[in-house]
């Protein structure tokens, strides 16, 4: 390809090295090479600048976002600022998208993916580059983290004690973080594709029947084994799910017993909406199943988060009886 895409030499991000990427994956863009410089008069001639030269303006393919004023966001309700890598994917991520899945631009897929992958992978690398918290506290954190892709991506950079600093060392490294990134970005887009979407539509369904199990509207039957936790409360809110699913009936992976489980109260939260009561929690057989008044109990978790049932039949009794607690 005769095209150039160039950005800043130096110090590299996860931003630019994605951005880089998620271009020659256009059409446009397919193969071309890419030039690292901070020379005005070079990026000037390019087919597309990104990471720097103080422009957004996608018409001319001209994505950095440290100028004044910017303050450019993904829109469809994401309100973080967007890096090099966001504008990009704003502007190319649909068609990225469809070309890896031969899909249509247009398809309904397309569109629910464009937004999954913003907000499951490309607006981290935004809020990362950008300096936006994850949390609006002053509260310092209990642990590091230093294995999520921006950090892994800065490691790449050379290091300060080794005594090769030049542009040529440089760019490999740069390379690598292109190809770092940029997998990570193509296995999020076929993982969502593969295994996020029809597990959405499946807990959609189950959702929808919600009404059928409990008069409460409060207990999901997920009628196939399938990845359920991230969805349901996407699709609760998009469907206006009202009152919120307590528990959620599933048969076990060994299809020998049933499972009851609390839902939480967020996605990343260990506690329960409506743990399963108290005075189940870590009883088993026998035992339970007195306490419980309900027959073939197997066992309550300690948290209250999770119990098991040998029936569908002992399960859903298991849920309604917490529901009354």
Known sequence: STTRIGTHNGS?????????????LTSKFANSRVIRTRDSQVLDSLDAVLDVGGV???????YDHHQKGFDEVFGHGFCTKLSSAGLVYKRYGKEI??????LDQGHPHSHSLFLAVYKNFIQA???VDNGINQYDTNLSPKYVVNTYLSSRIGRLNLDWTDPDQSAEREDAAFQKAMTLAGNEFLETIHFHAKSW????????????????????GEIMVLRQSCPWKLHIFELEEEM???PSIKYVIYEDDRGTSWRVQAVATGPDKFSSRKPLPSHWRGLEGKELSVIAEVPGCVFVHMSGFIGGNQTYEGA????RASLKE
Do not use: K, T, W
């Open 240 to 242: 206006r799910v009202e």
């Open 125 to 127: 690398i935004d809020a």
């Open 97 to 102: 998208i469809a070309r890896e899945l031969q």
């Open 56 to 62: 957004y303006d996608p018409s001319r393919d001209r």
């Open 12 to 24: 590299f991000h996860c931003d630019e090295a994605l951005g880089c990427f998620l271009l020659r």
């Open 197 to 216: 979407l029809p597990a959405r539509s499946i807990v959609m369904e189950c959702l929808a029947g919600r009404h059928n199990i409990d008069s409460s």
């Open 316 to 319: 859903l009794e298991m849920a």
